[in-house]
């Protein structure tokens, strides 16, 4: 892996851009709340990659909008994926994170049942963790990564606004 800072409005952004048409062919927002100057120090693909799943797994099996949320916490960046479907229920739940699980064994084409497993092994490859809060409103799989430097804009480049020109020449002698 290749940890970089990332901003997690513009990862969450992404994936919801990714996504909206499908979810609006259900008739399903997608929505996005983060902090503007919340990072987090992780591999842009992977994290890509797990956010994709969790927001494929939101709109195939899920119920409602789709709800992208992420917000500073005391170990890390927890980034949320929601949606207001029926849930795992407790069985699932317990099992959700293993290779190979599926919702129901009978269902054919609806993936092999590896799209959480890899989530999981991303989070824990990154320090971080995956897991399932199910409330009576929905279902959560929360994403605990670690949280990169504080997002801050680029000091302005003294070329840019002339000052380079009035300080004075460092010609070289002879």
Known sequence: MRPEPLPVGELLESARHRFIDRAAERGRAIR???????VVLADELRVRQALA???????RHGGGDIDLRARAA???VEIDVSDHGAGFGADLAARAFERFTRASESRSGE???LGLAIVQAIAIGHGGSATI??????????LVLPAG???EPEAPDPAASGAAASAPSQAPLI
């Open 53 to 59: 799943n969790l927001v494929d797994n939101a709109i």
């Open 111 to 113: 993936g092999a049942g």
């Open 74 to 76: 005391r170990d890390g």
């Open 32 to 38: 996005v709340e983060a902090p503007a100057d919340l």
């Open 149 to 151: 430097p504080p997002d």
């Open 133 to 142: 809060l199910e409330g009576a409103d929905g279902t959560t799989v929360r």
